[in-house]
């Protein structure tokens, strides 16, 4: 048995192919690059029976991640998050079987943590010693604190609306942090700039193809937890849509290796805000990739993504698994960011809260039946955005009675 | 096999005995009530292996839980937090064995997950409707959110200088907030009388004898992350110190189990902010009680905590496993956080931060050895205490080059 089968990368755009033991960004057609597996080998050495002893952490795929040597793993602790019963919730959409998958439970409180762990595992393998990325706010906090311990330097840029906390995590992970007073695509063009001149190795979303990998373990871990079978429904929110994809990705692994399968993939749904809906709309236009999103607006941050450069990917997924592309307003968001907490005890983010406003409307569309099991997946923790409960308590004295 | 196989409650004080069927606060004598378990049957019927293939949370020892019916579980996903080695600090210290506890990967971001989580299923399973409690925060967010879950109302009061994001946890659970402008002394008065008045279940610490079941898991855990080997040397943030009565009962259990063995306990070291430290004033005096602190103030608020109603026990623990009580000052907490984050990776809260500045003064002192495996427990995520973590970051321009 090898720790990794990882085999090479590819172009899923120009078929090129690329050396998993260099440093890659994008391929030469400015596609993102994926990671390919010796699926042969793993078909006749791999078994789901080898899983059962494992630590509870990501790490337990590690034939199906690129990190070839176990020593050059970052870890926390990430991985293996709880797939919740969600029944009050489910009994008051008339959806019998809903589940959330709650990426609060994972370092730094967010999903990111899952392609920082793997990014930065083999950006460690690959003698990285400064990386620089632009971020909305959670995916800087968990490259900074995840390179951090791998003892790499990191350079971040996050917009200034950026939620707060963020801030404090790149910070306090002693990276260089550079707040500017424009939107992520902004950020995107300085550290383009900066990586060319000073040689940093550039983490931006699909720029470096590892990321997806980390992300892809959510998949593995829903079909695992579901004892292989897996869902009708996921509803994911999209912004550059990495999870979306990683998701896709893994499920299409598992029926290589005959794991699942291939007539049972979930229908996969890209959820957006009404504010920045660039995947939705071209979901609507039956179109292969999307346009730039102009002025876009939403409370739920990590969403506001005008162009996602995989858009091509998600929507493949979409296409491909006879799912569909939903835009919900900032209104029924943080409805529904207060409903799961009142009847499911769950603070979410509004990102999270997104999927379920949109299993909400695709309940009362017809899309999801009753009896259809469904997953709604929670990027992160509601405490990284205290600005989505505004409340006006008033202090008592403590000498008055209750 | 029975699902648990609790017994009865039972006063370490005056050795009388109540029933688990009925809703139980303190002793007659004032002590709290410890739950008890049929450990003969337990010893005969229950082994280490039947663990392995169970879910990695705290349910897995559903045994040696006071919840009786399965259907009662209230659960979110909490348990089996993460075990890091802290390698690049243990350096420093000159400590090679350093380990943390990860208590920031579990719902609500705290440790007090795993007393509300058993707390309020027990609760649930005696037929609670309300219940209230005083708070310094964490312990409030928690138990209103898994009461939520469980569709039980919640009256919490708390500190106006408790940290803000807990005020919206409790608020988005659609909890009754209070806020005063008192200490979590005077929150507990009002809520004593407001109990009295309208027979709301008081689950103060240590007035519900369930949650120190729930804080015993960490014990559990640990045992079993370290396949049933102990370290030597155990710190953990005492305010209540409810977790470490309950790691220490968690010991003695194993013991009376046989899974561990009698004379390898680990050491239990009570760390305390300088600013608040009763405990440690009680144990350099050789006593056996606390006396309330007055004027007490720490950055670490959830250890200000100035005279704790389970001060004896904490005090036991710490005598009967030849530990120690040691006070750090606040300077040296937040220069660890920022110390743990930067070299490992964690960002995480003061409470924590306090046991790796006491870790690294009794280094100093000798009291821990070169070889001695220590684990230093973090209660919570740094992300809750944003005010930590000053910062001046000015924004700059979009145009200007990194």
């Given at each position: 048995?090898?720790?990794s089968?990882?085999?090479?990368?590819?172009?899923?755009?120009?078929?090129?192919?690329?050396?998993?033991?260099d440093?890659?960004?994008?391929?030469?057609?400015?596609?993102?690059?994926?990671?390919?597996?010796?699926?042969?080998?793993?078909?006749?050495?791999?078994?789901?029976?080898?899983?059962?002893?494992?630590?509870?952490?990501?790490?337990?795929?590690?034939?199906?991640?690129?990190?070839?040597?176990?020593e050059?793993?970052?870890?926390?602790?990430?991985?293996?998050?709880p797939?919740?019963?969600?029944?009050?919730?489910?009994k008051?959409?008339?959806?019998?079987n809903?589940?959330m998958?709650?990426?609060?439970?994972?370092?730094?409180?967010?999903?990111?943590?899952?392609?920082?762990?793997?990014?930065?595992?083999?950006?460690?393998?690959l003698?990285?010693?400064?990386?620089?990325?632009?971020?909305n706010?959670?995916?800087?906090?968990?490259?900074?604190?995840?390179?951090?311990?791998?003892?790499?330097?990191?350079?971040?840029?996050?917009?200034?609306?950026?939620?707060m906390?963020?801030?404090?995590?790149?910070?306090v992970?002693?990276?260089?942090?550079?707040?500017i007073?424009?939107?992520?695509?902004?950020?995107?063009?300085?550290v383009?700039?900066?990586?060319?001149?000073?040689?940093?190795?550039?983490?931006?979303?699909?720029?470096?193809?590892?990321r997806?990998?980390g992300?892809?373990?959510?998949?593995?871990?829903?079909?695992?937890?579901?004892?292989?079978n897996?869902?009708?429904?996921?509803?994911?929110?999209?912004?550059?849509?990495?999870g979306l994809?990683?998701?896709?990705?893994?499920f299409?692994?598992?029926?290589?290796?005959?794991?699942?399968?291939p007539?049972?993939?979930?229908?996969?749904?890209?959820?957006?805000?009404?504010?920045?809906?660039?995947?939705?709309?071209?979901f609507?236009?039956?179109?292969?990739?999307?346009?730039?999103?102009?002025?876009?607006?939403?409370?739920?941050?990590?969403?506001?993504?005008?162009?996602?450069?995989?858009?091509?990917?998600?929507?493949?997924?979409?296409?491909?698994?006879?799912?569909?592309?939903?835009?919900?307003?900032?209104?029924?968001?943080?409805?529904?960011?207060?409903?799961?907490?009142?009847?499911?005890?769950?603070?979410?983010?509004?990102?999270?809260a997104?999927?379920?406003?949109?299993?909400?409307?695709?309940?009362?569309?017809?899309?999801?039946?009753?009896?259809?099991?469904?997953?709604?997946?929670?990027?992160?923790?509601?405490?990284?955005?205290?600005?989505?409960?505004?409340?006006?308590?008033?202090?008592?004295?403590?000498?008055?009675?209750?």
């Amino acid at each position: 048995m090898r720790f990794s089968y990882v085999s090479h990368l590819y172009c899923p755009k120009c078929s090129k192919n690329y050396s998993v033991d260099d440093k890659q960004n994008l391929c030469e057609c400015g596609s993102p690059l994926l990671v390919s597996y010796d699926y042969k080998a793993l078909k006749e050495e791999w078994t789901k029976e080898d899983l059962v002893h494992r630590e509870a952490d990501l790490w337990r795929y590690h034939e199906l991640l690129p990190v070839k040597k176990e020593e050059n793993i970052v870890s926390l602790g990430e991985g293996m998050t709880p797939l919740l019963t969600m029944s009050e919730l489910g009994k008051e959409y008339g959806i019998t079987n809903l589940l959330m998958k709650d990426e609060g439970l994972i370092p730094t409180g967010s999903f990111k943590a899952r392609g920082s762990a793997v990014g930065v595992s083999k950006a460690k393998e690959l003698g990285v010693e400064e990386l620089a990325m632009p971020t909305n706010g959670n995916a800087g906090a968990a490259w900074s604190l995840y390179a951090a311990r791998a003892g790499i330097k990191s350079h971040v840029v996050m917009p200034e609306d950026a939620p707060m906390i963020t801030r404090q995590e790149v910070h306090v992970a002693g990276a260089d942090l550079i707040v500017i007073d424009g939107l992520i695509s902004d950020a995107g063009k300085l550290v383009k700039e900066a990586v060319d001149q000073y040689g940093w190795f550039d983490v931006s979303t699909l720029k470096e193809p590892y990321r997806i990998e980390g992300k892809k373990t959510m998949g593995l871990e829903i079909a695992e937890q579901l004892k292989w079978n897996l869902p009708d429904v996921i509803l994911y929110p999209t912004g550059g849509g990495v999870g979306l994809i990683g998701i896709y990705k893994a499920f299409k692994e598992l029926v290589e290796l005959g794991w699942i399968e291939p007539e049972k993939l979930p229908r996969l749904v890209a959820v957006q805000a009404e504010g920045c809906a660039p995947i939705v709309k071209a979901f609507k236009e039956g179109k292969r990739d999307s346009e730039f999103w102009t002025d876009s607006t939403t409370a739920a941050f990590g969403i506001n993504v005008p162009k996602a450069l995989g858009d091509f990917l998600v929507l493949e997924a979409v296409y491909e698994t006879n799912g569909c592309a939903v835009a919900v307003s900032d209104d029924t968001i943080l409805t529904e960011q207060h409903h799961v907490a009142e009847l499911e005890g769950a603070f979410i983010c509004p990102e999270g809260a997104a999927t379920f406003a949109a299993a909400k409307k695709l309940r009362i569309d017809g899309w999801i039946k009753e009896e259809e099991s469904v997953i709604c997946l929670n990027t992160g923790m509601g405490i990284k955005y205290p600005e989505t409960v505004p409340m006006n308590v008033s202090v008592r004295s403590k000498t008055e009675r209750l």
